[in-house]
């Protein structure tokens, strides 16, 4: 896979920092914005990587890529925990359905919600909320989160050989 890497302009940085608002203190935001952002360019995806922080930009969607340097930035968004029978396809990119969760915090339609598997608690996929929490527990069916990144797809070694 040929990513292409480059430094932002500062508007553009600018631009891309509205967006990592919802994940980074703003004091911080600015400060890792002056120090510079650059961005990954493949063909289905962008890494936007901002001091340690490491972001995937897929179908017009932000959020933090799965791995160590993000740990704290996944542990202060909304999770759903899903079982063991869900885990393995989860984390071969498939989306979230309601009958494999098991736990879920409160959430919106539309937010960034990271996948865990319900065992070790351990990030298995970041998604968008297609749904609230709310709707979801009432349902017993249905999509609820749509996988974004998961474990062992492209990003994932791509951050981790980084």
Not at 81 to 91: I, S
Not at 121 to 133: C, D, E, F, N, R
Not at 139 to 157: E, F, M, S, Y
């Amino acid at each position: 896979m040929l990513l292409r890497r480059r430094t932002l302009s500062s508007a553009e940085a600018e631009k891309i920092a509205d967006g990592l608002r919802v994940f980074l203190d703003a004091a911080l935001l600015r400060k890792l914005v002056k120090q510079g952002v650059d961005k990954l360019e493949g063909e289905k995806f962008s890494l936007i990587i901002i001091g340690p922080y490491v972001f995937i930009m897929r179908e017009n969607t932000l959020a933090p890529a799965l791995g160590k340097t993000n740990s704290e930035i996944l542990d202060r968004l909304p999770s759903v925990w899903v079982d063991r029978g869900a885990v393995a396809k989860v984390a071969s990119g498939a989306d979230v359905m309601r009958p494999g969760i098991t736990r879920m915090d409160d959430f919106k339609k539309g937010d960034v919600v990271v996948v865990r598997d319900e065992n070790h608690s351990q990030p298995i996929a970041v998604g968008l909320a297609l749904t609230s929490s709310g709707e979801a527990s009432g349902a017993l069916k249905g999509k609820v989160v749509k996988n974004i990144h998961h474990v062992d797809d492209a990003v994932w070694r791509t951050v981790k050989n980084m």
